[in-house]
């Protein structure tokens, strides 16, 4: 994993790649192809909404796009932890800092909600 970014678009993007990446890395069982598939879904919404929410049209569009931005780091965290639980301890440090960083971005996107009300 590359150190944390601070554009945020960047941010989100290597999240999203990094999901990828773990996912390569794990057994290739009926269930971890199907989590991964909600995890690949989650995880690059989380970046694509966040662009949207930097072009659009009005502040509701914006706080809606910043609202899914942010219910997906969550559910990415959701998926991760199914992930986590069903596969060998192996790859638990790995999982544990993806996990660390949908929280995080979580928590990004919840402060900009706050500051743009």
């Known amino acids: 994993m590359e150190p944390k970014k601070y554009d945020l678009e960047e941010r989100t993007l290597q999240f999203a790649i990094d999901c990828r990446l773990f996912l390569k890395k794990l057994p ?6 199907e ?3 909600q995890l690949v879904k989650s995880s690059g919404s989380v970046g694509a909404n966040y662009i949207e929410a930097n072009e659009a049209l009005s502040k509701k569009d914006f706080n809606y796009r910043i609202k899914i931005s942010r219910k997906e780091s969550k559910e990415s965290v959701f998926w991760l932890k199914i992930i986590k639980a069903t596969n060998s301890t192996e790859f638990e440090k790995l ?10 971005l979580k928590k990004i996107f919840s402060a900009i909600l706050e500051k743009s009300k």
């Open 28 to 33: 290739k069982t009926i269930s971890n192809i």
């Open 35 to 37: 989590d991964g598939k």
């Open 95 to 104: 999982n544990a800092v993806l996990i660390q960083e949908a929280d995080e």
